[in-house]
């Protein structure tokens, strides 16, 4: 186990220019137990130089632009640098794009977990690091009105995505379970926060409010989520890499659960409330449109586990997120128009 208050780790973190390795990075330039961080990332997708840029001045942090598709490439950047831990965030993520693209999905998450996984095993001696994989609450499928997902919910994946990133996971559990490989997963529920691709629902409603433009729903609204804050996952990860059981699975949510609709309108009632000089009643952009195919209905996930065995749980409820969230992206609206 790491103890805090030595720099003696060196940490690779796959994805670190994306929405949640950015924020992790951040974190980790924070932790005094941390001598030095390789960031992993092509730079292409939700991966952006702008997210990081403001670290690549501390000397503790590398950026490296390699392909995890690229087996030869992984297996070099590891024989050279040799990670002793490394924190799997590279991932295609957008569930509609997996629906239209679904090899650029298995080839990215699956393949590119393969590769690194290969990569690591071939290079790490005898106990030697962690390999730390971070999932998602989406492999487990979907919900009705009740009941949690526990680390032992079967896997039930319902898009190309969640397939995806369920085909990870098992490549991950097979390298502990066949040879003795040092893993962790995480599954975290809905992240939101700075640094997050517009894409997505709470930025992309953000978006629309200062664009006047409409905002999309799918359906009715009345799928359900379990929303965190990014700098609540990021605080799960670190913990988990150093106080988790090598081959364990922890599940990271923060119990705040809400309906899509609710969230928009939440949304649209902040912004009103920190932005008035874009007009008011944001609400009434709300557009509904069809649904799309195989959408889950809810989400949820029991986080006993993660709470009782690493003592982590999460600090930042969901009306001081989003407001933290909508204040971010008005101060950074360059950068959030830009992101198309």
Same mark, same amino acid.
């Given at each position: 186990m790491?103890?805090r208050?030595?720099s003696?780790?060196?940490?690779?973190?796959?994805?670190?220019?994306?929405?949640?390795?950015?924020?992790?990075?951040?974190?980790?330039?924070?932790?005094?137990?941390?001598?030095?961080?390789i960031?992993?990332?092509?730079?292409?997708?939700?991966?952006?130089?702008e997210?990081?840029?403001?670290?690549?001045?501390?000397?503790?942090?590398?950026?490296?632009?390699?392909?995890?598709?690229d087996?030869?490439?992984?297996?070099?950047?590891?024989?050279e640098?040799?990670?002793?831990? *490394?924190?799997?965030?590279?991932?295609?993520?957008?569930?509609?794009?997996?629906i239209?693209?679904?090899?650029?999905?298995v080839?990215?998450?699956?393949?590119?977990?393969?590769?690194?996984?290969?990569?690591?095993?071939?290079?790490?001696?005898?106990?030697?690091?962690?390999?730390?994989?971070?999932?998602?609450?989406?492999?487990?499928?979907?919900?009705?009105?009740?009941?949690?997902?526990?680390?032992?919910?079967?896997?039930?994946?319902?898009?190309?995505?969640? @397939?995806?990133?369920?085909?990870?996971?098992?490549?991950?559990?097979?390298?502990?379970?066949?040879?003795?490989?040092?893993?962790?997963?995480?599954?975290?529920? %809905? #992240?939101?926060?700075?640094?997050?691709?517009?894409?997505?629902?709470?930025?992309?409603?953000?978006?629309?409010?200062?664009?006047?433009?409409?905002?999309?729903?799918?359906?009715?609204?009345?799928?359900?989520?379990?929303w965190?804050?990014?700098?609540?996952?990021?605080?799960?990860?670190?913990?988990?890499?150093?106080?988790?059981?090598?081959?364990?699975?922890?599940?990271?949510? @923060? #119990?705040?659960? *809400?309906? %899509?609709?609710?969230?928009?309108?939440?949304?649209?009632?902040?912004?009103? @409330?920190?932005?008035p000089?874009?007009?008011? %009643?944001?609400?009434?952009?709300?557009?509904?449109?069809?649904?799309?195919?195989g959408?889950?209905f809810?989400?949820?996930?029991?986080?006993?586990?993660?709470?009782?065995?690493?003592?982590?749980?999460?600090?930042?409820?969901?009306?001081?997120?989003?407001?933290?969230?909508?204040?971010?992206?008005l101060?950074?609206?360059?950068?959030?128009?830009s @992101?198309?």
């Open positions: 790491v103890k208050g030595q003696t780790m060196d940490v690779l973190v796959t994805g670190g220019a994306g929405f949640i390795g950015s924020n992790l990075l951040r974190r980790l330039l924070r932790e005094s137990a941390v001598r030095r961080i960031c992993v990332d092509l730079l292409t997708g939700a991966g952006r130089l997210n990081i840029q403001p670290l690549l001045g501390d000397s503790r942090l590398q950026l490296l632009q390699v392909d995890l598709k087996g030869s490439a992984i297996q070099r950047l590891i024989s640098e040799r990670p002793p831990h *490394v924190v799997h965030l590279a991932a295609e993520t957008h569930v509609d794009r997996s239209d693209a679904p090899k650029s999905f080839e990215t998450n699956v393949l590119g977990t393969l590769n690194l996984l290969t990569a690591c095993r071939t290079c790490w001696g005898p106990k030697e690091g962690k390999f730390l994989h971070v999932s998602t609450d989406e492999v487990y499928g979907a919900l009705g009105f009740t009941g949690k997902f526990t680390e032992e919910s079967p896997y039930l994946p319902n898009s190309p995505y969640s @397939a995806s990133k369920a085909g990870a996971d098992c490549l991950v559990r097979a390298w502990h379970h066949t040879f003795g490989f040092p893993t962790l997963i995480v599954h975290p529920s %809905n #992240n939101y926060g700075p640094y997050q691709h517009p894409e997505k629902l709470i930025p992309k409603v953000v978006r629309c409010a200062l664009e006047r433009s409409p905002i999309p729903i799918y359906g009715e609204g009345q799928n359900v989520r379990d965190i804050f990014v700098e609540d996952t990021c605080s799960a990860i670190w913990e988990t890499l150093i106080r988790g059981r090598v081959g364990e699975r922890y599940n990271v949510g @923060a #119990n705040e659960e *809400v309906s %899509n609709i609710t969230l928009v309108k939440e949304i649209c009632r902040i912004f009103d @409330a920190v932005a000089e874009y007009g008011g %009643n944001s609400e009434k952009l709300i557009a509904y449109v069809s649904d799309r195919p959408h889950d809810r989400y949820a996930l029991d986080t006993k586990k993660i709470a009782r065995e690493i003592g982590w749980k999460p600090t930042v409820k969901l009306g001081e997120g989003l407001r933290k969230t909508i204040q971010w992206c101060e950074h609206k360059e950068w959030l128009l @992101a198309r």
